[in-house]
């Protein structure tokens, strides 16, 4: 299975559940994400946590295939990507995100989208899109670690710690994969301390300008993925002249 669900009354827990592709998000991968959160919204649960099975949370867009991919077929991903963040962000339940390993691109945007997010000692971040011309996400890291920071980050495709995570907002509580369940039964506790319908109208207010800017950060995407090129910019990404010989090169998943 793609993704292995733990359902309980109040509360789910989705793994990501292809290890042996670092949890890459396959267009398969994100239409079950946002089919499990949709059928979680109608079942009214309180709270939902995102973590990855195997060595990281994940390592973002699967590139694999990607040469057999028309640009019109890869614009599509590229948006239903950005629909399952707003999915996230927007939830009518608390989403709590569980991370570990080595992180990339749109994994650390899924990360981002949560309202609450934890990682485990020795995790690491990045977000490279924009060396392929890709805007997704962008304004979101924004609203967590402020504009500078954000910018910051997104030039130099930097590879943040947790601990520089952590000082700038970006993750706010650091725990071990063996207190993940107790971070989960935490979460579920706040997410039921008000009676459901006081809960709806908190996230509602509290999510507003998420919603407001959901057709903007959208329009940016389609914008930046449709400029001519995407493949070329994307295979450019990925094999880098001179990589192979400096022994540097990695691999698809890895990079995206």
Known sequence: MILTIDRQTTHWSI???????LNAL??????????ALDTAAAAQVAAVSLQGEGRCFS???????VEQHSEGDLLLRFVRIEQL?????G???LTVALAHGRNFGAGVDLIAACNLRVAAPGTTFRMPGLQFGLVLGSARLA????????????????????????????????AAPEQFAE????????????PAA??????????ASEFAQADAELAALVRSAAVPGLKQRIDAYRHPAGAGQAGTASTPAQRS
């Open 143 to 174: 609203r967590i670690v402020g504009v500078r920071e954000a910018q910051r980050l997104l030039e130099t495709s930097a590879t943040f710690d947790v601990e520089r995570a952590l000082r700038n907002g970006f993750i706010e509580q650091v």
């Open 91 to 93: 939830a009518p339940f």
């Open 183 to 194: 971070v989960q039964a935490e979460a579920v506790a706040r997410a039921t301390a008000l």
């Open 15 to 21: 793994t990501l559940n292809r290890p042996d592709k």
């Open 85 to 89: 963040l707003q999915r996230v962000a």
């Open 59 to 65: 390592a973002g867009f699967d590139m694999s295939g």
């Open 26 to 35: 396959s267009a398969e991968m994100v239409e079950a994400l946002i089919d």
């Open 198 to 207: 006081s809960r709806a109208q908190l996230l509602a207010v509290l999510r």
